[in-house]
């Protein structure tokens, strides 16, 4: 049982440190982070809260018993691995970030939403198809054929 007051959970340690590296790599991002959405797991402790605030970061924790609360970060992590972080063999932290930089960007306007009626959240250009005439559409393939993005070609 974890009282208040009682002895951190036992992998604390280890959990503030990563949180002191991750604040110094997001120092160094262009647009400064303003919030800290994170569950209410208990290794999460008062002192790795202190770590965010110290920076400026806000802290906010997913509500008590809800489980789907963030649900939509868990599916979107689960898209990240299935359709793309389980095809290719990540070589280090800046293969990463780049790998994740073009993921996002395919899955925000050009990957099809069921929810937005197969749209992306934020298309480039219009869908709608040619008035008359031939239809061509292109292929372009992302991170080495992993991902593929079919326009309508001009």
Request: aromatic content about 8%; overall charge positive; hydrophobic content about 40%.
């Amino acid at each position: 049982m974890h009282l208040a007051g009682c002895t951190p959970y036992p992998g604390a340690p280890w959990v503030l440190q990563r949180a002191r590296q991750l604040t110094w790599t997001v120092a160094c991002c262009p647009e400064p982070v303003r919030f800290l959405l994170r569950d209410r797991n208990e290794k999460f402790t008062d002192q790795f809260d202190d770590v965010f605030r110290s920076d400026g970061i806000e802290i906010i924790r997913t509500p008590f018993r809800t489980p789907q609360a963030n649900g939509v970060a868990e599916r979107f992590v689960r898209t990240v691995r299935s359709e793309c972080l389980d095809w290719l063999l990540i070589l280090n932290q800046e293969h990463l970030k780049r790998v994740l930089e073009v993921f996002v960007t395919h899955y925000n306007e050009h990957r099809p939403h069921r929810a937005l009626s197969l749209a992306p959240p934020e298309p480039r250009r219009s869908s709608a198809a040619a008035a008359a005439g031939e239809v061509r559409v292109h292929r372009r393939d992302r991170l080495g054929g992993v991902i593929h993005e079919y326009i309508l070609a001009a």
